[in-house]
């Protein structure tokens, strides 16, 4: 082994006297990398070695590098790099070779060496790690795409890139992300070849016999791609992905009207066709420009009536939850659009009425499309038909949580008489576990429109539930309510009533200690007798409460000499990691620091 690291050592003194002889670093701080290199390079060969060694040993030569690279800016000498800075490149390389070939296993220790290979601009040894990284993980298709983009930005070689991605196929063969990878790379090339075409021509030089192929500079390669991909990969989401590709590209008009037209004939049955075909027409000019507000907003008009048009038609061959929810979802888009001009206002707001009424007449209309119609009928001032639809959404949705909460807000909101009773059949056919958000909203809407009386009766009712999120959140509310209510006296009553009534939450307590807290002259008896309550549901876990008693006992009030009792109990009642948190800080009490 000593002799490995000699020899080791050995190799860096020519870099090393470079170093020292131009003036890069001192002789002492030569030595002072000669001892550190030794230290490192031991530890890569003991008995038992851990990655951490290699990515410290890794880490240190970066930063020697770094270092190099600001005093060469410092001094202004830039020679003598082959000797220097290559030669640490290079062993950098191989402490990652060493690494990467001791844990295979590991991407990111792969990535690491690729990152550090791009920022130190060494591209043969780039492509040599991509392809033992593949070797090793042929079954990410991630870094497939990531060594053929490499080879396309890095290295500027189509040919390459190319050969990754058929590879990449081999053991991916249904794999959309490599197509579409791969799909993009070909016409990026062709844009490439174009754009040198063009510059050659401008600069009128004569490339002799080379010829640039018109075939593949319009496309044609990427075509080939795209009739393989389609080939193995149904679906029209996929189609679309292809084109949204080739649409970034000014020279694939003939392409997308091939996919296009693709997308038609394969997939007419399809509500992503359908609505692509609609959205089309937003895009479809007619003459020249129009100059002023109004005339653009006919405009806009007209091809939104030409899109709903194509919605029409799809909607004729195709009634289904997915068609109407792509019809709904653009007439919203549209109606959310900011515009000055009233008459386009009021239209798509007539428009997106009209679209809500006739997906839920079909009973093809989602749950989450309520809210949005709701929405909008508040906003028209309809109160007649945003309570017949509020209700419409319940009777279509009756176990759903979010949909009663949204039909009660806006029952609330529009002061229904049958708000109560909608609360009770909400409650009848909600589950029980999910029936919190209810059972708040309820209590909100009882506080600010019902008697003292009928408040405290639904409290009552919420007390009975065998939910236990249900029943804690309920006892809250209710000593919150009473203290707001009827004051202290009322709130401590309240907070009597419900002491054994199990489960808790701590909040329950805190509060309670909070109000005596807040009282003119409050009673220690009281807080130890709030705290004493509290302990005994949270006693085994909750350190805080202890400390909480602590200080208090530690306040004007209390009494010190309690302290040393409390602290014998908590140690004897906490469990697990709550032991050691509550030692720490209960030092840290006692020595002032908190």
């Not at 003194?13 to 002072?32: A, N």
């Not at 091939?258 to 937003?282: G, N, V």
């Not at 005339?295 to 195709?318: F, K, W």
Request: charged share 30%; aromatic share 10%; hydrophobic share 40%.
């Amino acid at each position: 082994m000593a002799e490995v690291v000699q020899q080791r050592i050995e190799n860096r003194i020519p870099e090393l006297e470079q170093l020292e002889r131009v003036g890069l670093f001192s002789k002492k701080e030569v030595k002072s990398m000669l001892k550190r290199a030794t230290a490192l390079e031991y530890k890569l060969h003991r008995l038992i070695i851990t990655k951490v060694d290699f990515i410290a040993y890794i880490q240190y030569e970066i930063n020697v590098l770094e270092l190099i690279k600001k005093r060469r800016s410092r001094i202004g000498y830039q020679f003598k790099r082959e000797e220097i800075e290559f030669s640490i490149i290079s062993r950098i390389n191989n402490i990652f070779r060493r690494a990467t070939t001791k844990w295979k296993e590991d991407v990111q220790l792969w990535l690491s060496h690729i990152a550090f290979c791009k920022k130190w601009n060494t591209k043969g040894q780039l492509s040599k790690v991509f392809s033992s990284m593949l070797a090793i993980h042929p079954e990410k298709p991630a870094l497939w795409i990531m060594a053929a983009k490499s080879e396309l930005e890095d290295r500027n070689s189509s040919e390459s890139a190319r050969h990754l991605f058929l590879r990449a196929l081999r053991f991916h063969p249904e794999s959309k992300k490599v197509y579409q990878e791969y799909f993009r790379m070909e016409l990026l090339h062709a844009e490439k070849l174009r754009k040198q075409q063009k510059e050659l021509e401008q600069a009128e030089i004569d490339v002799g016999e080379y010829e640039f192929s018109p075939e593949i500079m319009s496309g044609k390669l990427a075509e080939v791609v795209y009739r393989d991909a389609t080939g193995k990969i149904q679906g029209a989401d996929f189609i679309l992905s292809l084109l949204t590709i080739a649409a970034i590209f000014n020279f694939t008009k003939e392409l997308q009207d091939t996919i296009i037209q693709d997308l038609q004939s394969k997939y007419p049955d399809d509500s992503l066709t359908w609505d692509f075909m609609a959205k089309r027409e937003l895009e479809v000019t007619v003459g020249e420009e129009i100059q002023s507000a109004k005339g653009r907003a006919s405009d806009m008009a007209r091809r939104e009536d030409r899109c709903c048009q194509v919605y029409e038609d799809g909607l004729n061959s195709l009634n289904t939850e997915a068609m109407w929810a792509c019809f709904v979802s653009f007439c919203l888009e549209r109606f959310r659009r900011k515009t000055n001009v009233q008459e386009l206002k009021e239209k798509r707001q007539e428009r997106l009425l009209a679209a809500f009424q006739r997906a839920h007449d079909s009973s093809l209309l989602k749950e989450d499309f309520y809210k949005n119609w709701l929405q909008v009928l508040l906003s028209s001032g309809d109160s007649e038909q945003t309570a017949a639809v509020a209700m419409a959404a319940t009777q279509r949705y009756r176990q759903s949580v979010d949909v009663w909460c949204l039909a009660l807000q806006t029952m609330v909101h529009l002061g229904s008489g049958a708000t109560g009773k909608l609360f009770q059949d909400a409650l009848t056919h909600v589950n029980p576990k999910l029936s919190l958000p209810l059972w708040q909203l309820q209590l909100e809407w009882s506080m600010t429109s019902q008697s003292a009386e009928e408040t405290e009766a639904l409290f009552q009712r919420g007390l009975l539930s065998v939910v236990p999120a249900v029943s804690m959140e309920i006892k809250e509310k209710y000593l919150e309510w009473s203290y707001r209510s009827g004051g202290y006296k009322k709130a401590r009553k309240t907070f009597t009533s419900l002491h054994e009534s199990r489960p808790f939450s701590k909040a329950f307590f805190t509060r309670m200690i909070q109000m005596e807290k807040d009282q003119e002259t409050p009673k220690m008896s009281n807080l130890r007798d709030f705290y004493e309550r509290a302990l005994r549901e949270f006693g085994s876990t909750d350190d805080d409460l202890w400390l909480e008693y602590i200080r208090e006992e530690l306040g004007p009030s209390g009494q010190p000499e309690n302290c040393g009792k409390i602290h014998w109990r908590a140690m004897k009642l906490l469990e697990g990691e709550s032991v050691e948190r509550f030692t720490a800080q209960y030092t840290l009490l006692q020595t002032g620091h908190i």
